[in-house]
């Protein structure tokens, strides 16, 4: 395993060992890896040559008031879970971009509801950010996990409107034993706070029941889904369209239930797949 | 030489032949061509396996009230050109983009002043094209005429940014005997407008002239310039410097001339280099 900081001799490497006709597969992360990180690496791990997978905590994601100078870091544990996983190389930038960067690219209509209306500026940052990341790396596959739901939508669109011949691979969310999604973001709970953190996944859990069961009334099910939540304070629950993230009346088709949450300082977000 | 109109077949094929170890040179273009596209697509020639000319108006590029349905298009004109350039593709898209294409792609500062003054939307529109079409063709070259100076140098920032693998390469503008700078536009002009036309790089030589005499002062050059512009109206003339494309207050360092002016309805630009 091979640790690279510098992107330009990064993309040198790849590209001569693409000209030989390796494949590549990428994982973009912002380190401080856990199960769900690896589960991403072992989905791309099985279908390229060269596996690549980037730490970068992208300062254009956060804004101002968010946790971009806490964010957790663990470089020694992270290399450990890339060597467990077989990945070739880990690409840990001092920093990524020119100091005079100047490009910035926004998917609209995708980037504008759920988590982007408290984060205005975060899926310009994301996609931003991948954008150079792809630009550097140039794979043939790149993993996203269904955790960050939207954000996988928006990379899709992404990828599709820009033609980039890359094909996006989408790996289920993963779920520590308690039933909340696997997260860095985790790491701030008090266990106080890890007990309201399970009522988000509970809730998601109950409501799929409930659907299962033949309840598809989205008013009776939003009703439900609040009385089980035990949160300090709800930021969105939707049920929408799983590929245009527009909010359906009723679930006749499926659907997904995506919910953001604050406990404490820290903002969780989980979803689950809703079938009739 | 081929005629492909569907860009996935195009990439397609580009793909195999660059896993065969083919080089590939791009010269994108809103057709109607002439010698200035002639001239770009001869620097591509020279160093490219497989050179792809697009043809496509870009409706994102133009706003409601220009010139999109009036741009002026000779499909049997266009295809001699390539073919005496031995131009190996021809792009020609019905329609580029998907019916729900989201994702848009700015340069900030290059793109504000200058025509994105006059033109705000107009940058991003050409990014957006461009970084498609990069993404069907994935060019090692691309060659853009020093003609659309301000349009270069986004460019330029665009592939630096988003790490685009690709060089970027710039032709000189190729003017007409009369000294108008080459432009499909140029088909709008009536005999009396063309003589208006000519002004501006009568213009622009006459105030390189003073410079190689040692005139380097912008108020004085300023006043000259537009004492000698016969326009209809003159929307810029900007002595910026030719990376940044910020003003300049006294010509010390090569420095570009840029004019955009109106004849008639149509806007025409030019520029030129200034070295004291």
């Known amino acids: ?84 996983q077989s990945v070739d190389i880990i690409f840990r930038p001092e920093t990524l971009y020119d100091h005079n960067h100047a490009t910035f690219i926004r998917v609209e209509r995708l980037s504008t509801g759920l988590c982007g209306g408290s984060r205005p500026t975060h899926f310009e940052g994301v996609c931003t950010v991948v954008a150079r990341l792809f630009g550097f790396i140039q794979p043939d596959i790149a993993v996203f996990g269904e955790k960050d739901f939207q954000q996988l939508a928006i990379i899709r669109q992404l990828v599709r409107d820009l033609a980039m011949p890359i094909t996006i691979i989408a ?37 799929q029941q409930e659907v299962n069961t033949g309840n598809t009334n989205i008013h009776t099910l939003r009703k439900l889904a609040r009385n089980q939540l035990q949160v300090d304070e709800l930021d969105y629950l939707d049920f929408v ?30 979803n689950i797949r809703l079938t009739p």
């Open 1 to 84: 395993m091979k640790i690279y900081t510098d992107p330009y001799l990064l993309q040198d490497f790849l590209r001569t060992s693409k000209k030989a006709g390796k494949t590549i597969g990428f994982v973009p992360t912002m380190g401080f890896l856990h199960d769900g990180h690896a589960s991403l690496m072992a989905h791309a791990r099985a279908q390229c040559d060269i596996l690549v997978v980037s730490i970068y905590v992208n300062p254009l994601q956060f804004s101002p008031n968010e946790d971009l100078d806490s964010y957790p870091r663990n470089p020694q544990n992270d290399e450990q879970i890339c060597a467990q």
């Open 171 to 207: 790996a289920p969310l993963i779920r520590d034993t308690d039933g909340v999604a696997l997260s860095s973001r985790n790491k701030y709970l008090s266990p106080e706070q890890r007990k309201k953190a399970q009522s988000i996944s509970r809730t998601l859990f109950h409501i």
């Open 241 to 270: 369209d799983p590929l245009q993230l527009t909010p359906v009346k009723d679930i006749v088709e499926p659907t997904q239930l995506l919910i953001a949450a604050w406990v404490g300082k820290t903002r969780l977000i989980d």
